[in-house]
C-alpha cells in the first residue's frame, strides 16, 4: 500500500475519549455553588463511593495516579535505598514513585503473551533490599496476584497494586481495589472515568488511609474543613509531605462518572470483543492474551504486529488514514532520565522485544462497530 499524505476520513478516531454528559455538568455547577471548592463534603463522599465500588474499605483521594503511587510508596515505608520491583512495560510514574521516596525501582520483565509482570522474573529479582512490588494491571488486565502474594509470603514485601488501567476488572472473581495492600487508579481524561485529572488510592488498613491523608496534605494531622467543624484553629505538621488534595469540584465531576462507570467497562468490553472478532484474519495482528481466570477493563486494546512488519511505518499508515494509534510502552529504564541513573539495555529481553512490535488502537465507550471495522481495514492495509 503507498503512503498517503493525509487521512481518507474526514473524523480522526483517538485511542482514548472521555465522555462529559449533563449529569456531569450539573454536579460541577452545583459543587461550584455549594460554598466548598476543596476539602468539603463532596472529597469524602467519593473516596467513599469509589471505595465501596471497588470493595475496599478506605479511599484517599489525590489529584492525580501518579500522586496515589506516590502516597503508597511513603505509606508502605519505602525509604532512601529500598529496592522496589517494578514491570518494564508500563508508564513512568509506576517507577518514577519509588524515586520520589529515594527508593530504588528494580525492573521485572513481562509475559510476552499479556505483557503483565512475570511472577518468574519478580522472583529472580528479590534481595534482602526489596521493600514493595508494583503490580501493574496492564491494559485493563490484572496481574497474577496469587503468585505474587506467594513470592513475598514472610518476607515483609508490600504490593502496591497500579490498577489505573483497571477500575471495573476481577481477578478470580475478586475486584482490582481488593489484590494488594494499596491499590492505586488514575481519573486522567483517557481513563475509564475522569475528574479532569485525579486518583485514588483505596486499602483496607486505615492506619495506612490516614498516613496518605496526611500525606496529600502537607503531612498535616487535620484540614479546613475538620478544624471549621470542630472550631478550632491549631494544626500539626506531623511529617513532609506534599499538596495532592483533589478538590471538591472535580469529587463531584468523578461522582457523577461513577455511576456510569460499570456501564462503560461493559462497552470497552464489548468493543474489544468487536475487535477479537475483526482481527482474527489478519495474520500479521494479534492481540493480546486475556488470561481465562480474569476479566479485563480493557483501558487499552494492544495488538503485536508480525516481526516483519515496520511497527513505525504501520503506526505512520494509521495516523494517515485518521486513525489515532498510539504506543504503551516503550521500557521505563530506556528514558533518558534513568539511563543518566546507570539503567542500561538487556534488563528486560522480553520487554525490549515486545515493545518494538505493539500498537494500541483506538479504545473508548462511544465507538461503533463501524469505527471498528473503519480500525480494522486500515490495520490489514496498514500492515500488507
Known amino acids: 500500500m503507498p503512503d498517503r499524505d493525509g487521512p481518507i476520513e474526514a473524523a480522526f478516531l483517538p485511542y482514548g475519549k472521555q465522555e462529559i454528559g449533563d449529569a456531569d455538568i450539573k454536579a460541577v455547577i452545583e459543587a461550584l455553588c455549594s460554598g466548598w471548592l476543596t476539602t468539603g463534603p463532596r472529597v469524602s463522599e467519593f473516596e ?58 528494580v525492573f521485572a520483565d513481562v509475559e510476552p503473551d499479556s505483557l503483565l509482570i512475570d511472577p518468574v522474573s519478580v522472583g529472580m529479582k528479590i534481595t534482602p533490599k526489596t521493600k514493595a512490588i508494583v503490580a501493574v494491571d496492564y491494559a485493563g488486565q490484572p496481574a497474577d496476584y496469587d503468585a505474587l502474594h506467594e513470592l513475598v509470603r514472610g518476607r515483609g514485601i508490600a504490593i502496591i497494586a497500579d490498577a489505573c488501567h483497571a477500575p471495573g476488572a476481577t481477578y478470580k472473581g475478586r475486584k482490582t481495589g481488593t489484590l494488594g495492600d494499596i491499590s492505586c487508579f488514575s481519573f486522567h481524561p483517557v481513563k475509564h472515568l475522569t475528574t479532569c485529572e485525579g486518583g485514588m488510592a483505596v486499602t483496607d488498613d486505615a492506619g495506612m488511609a490516614a498516613q496518605m491523608r496526611r500525606f496529600r496534605n502537607h503531612g498535616i494531622d487535620s484540614d479546613h474543613r475538620s478544624r471549621e467543624a470542630s472550631g478550632a484553629h491549631a494544626y500539626d505538621m506531623t511529617e513532609l509531605g506534599f499538596n495532592y488534595r483533589l478538590p471538591d469540584v472535580q469529587c463531584a465531576l468523578g461522582m457523577a462518572q461513577l455511576a456510569r462507570l460499570s456501564g462503560w467497562v461493559a462497552a470497552r468490553q464489548r468493543i474489544a470483543a468487536l475487535y477479537d472478532e475483526a482481527l482474527a484474519d489478519i495474520a500479521e495482528v494479534v492481540p493480546l492474551k486475556t488470561h481465562a481466570d480474569r476479566t479485563n477493563a480493557h483501558h487499552l486494546y494492544v495488538v503485536k504486529l508480525a516481526e516483519h512488519v515496520d511497527r513505525d511505518r504501520a503506526f505512520a499508515r494509521l495516523r494517515a488514514e485518521g486513525i489515532g494509534a498510539n504506543v504503551h510502552y516503550a521500557p521505563v529504564y530506556l528514558h533518558s532520565h534513568y539511563r543518566k541513573l546507570g539503567y542500561a539495555a538487556g534488563i528486560a529481553p522480553v520487554a525490549e522485544a515486545v515493545s518494538k512490535r505493539i500498537l494500541t488502537l483506538p479504545m473508548f465507550p462511544a465507538m461503533t462497530a463501524g469505527d471498528v471495522a473503519r480500525v480494522a481495514a486500515a490495520l490489514k492495509r496498514a500492515t500488507a
Do not use: K
Not at 484517599?60 to 520491583?85: F, K, Q
Open 48 to 105: 467513599n463511593a469509589f471505595a465501596a465500588h471497588c470493595g475496599a474499605n478506605e479511599g484517599v483521594a489525590v489529584n492525580s495516579g501518579t500522586a496515589a503511587l506516590h502516597c503508597a510508596m511513603r505509606a508502605v515505608g519505602i525509604r532512601p535505598g529500598d529496592e522496589v520491583i517494578v514491570p518494564a512495560i508500563t508508564f513512568a510514574a509506576s517507577a518514577n514513585a519509588a524515586l520520589y521516596e529515594g527508593g530504588v525501582p
